[in-house]
Nanobody, 117 residues
Framework: EVRLVESGGGYVQPGGSLRLSCVAS????????VHWVRQPPGKGLEWVSR???????RYADSVKGRFIISRDDANNAVHLRMYSLKPEDAGMYYC???????????RGQGTQVTVSP
């Protein structure tokens, strides 16, 4: 059984930083593309970033230059470091494995990020 557990969310003021983590069991993250997506309050799902099996990162324009996705093979994890956070970065963040970042069956329970003065 594939299980993904996100953590690291919390409350931060604008300009602050957070590091999100996605730890997996039942699957080896090195062998699959991993996405981070988010859902702002009252809005639809938004793709944020992905890391493929060649470790090539991709970012949404809205986070490019502020977020960094990385793989942690020792812990079977993928991290998302977020810098210079803005209020519009707030939302529930999920990691998703596979090609379809919108597949709810391939993601964890999420971790909440709040960005507010």
């Amino acid at each position: 059984e594939v299980r993904l557990v996100e953590s690291g969310g919390g409350y931060v003021q604008p300009g602050g930083s957070l590091r999100l983590s996605c730890v997996a069991s039942g699957i080896t993250l090195r062998e699959i593309t991993v996405h981070w997506v988010r859902q702002p309050p009252g809005k639809g799902l938004e793709w944020v970033s992905r890391l493929d099996t060649r470790d090539w990162p991709r970012y949404a324009d809205s986070v490019k230059g502020r977020f960094i996705i990385s793989r942690d093979d020792a812990n079977n994890a993928v991290h998302l470091r977020m810098y210079s956070l803005k209020p519009e970065d707030a939302g529930m963040y999920y990691c998703v494995v596979g090609d379809d970042y919108a597949d709810e069956g391939r993601r964890g329970q999420g971790t909440q990020v709040t960005v507010s003065p």
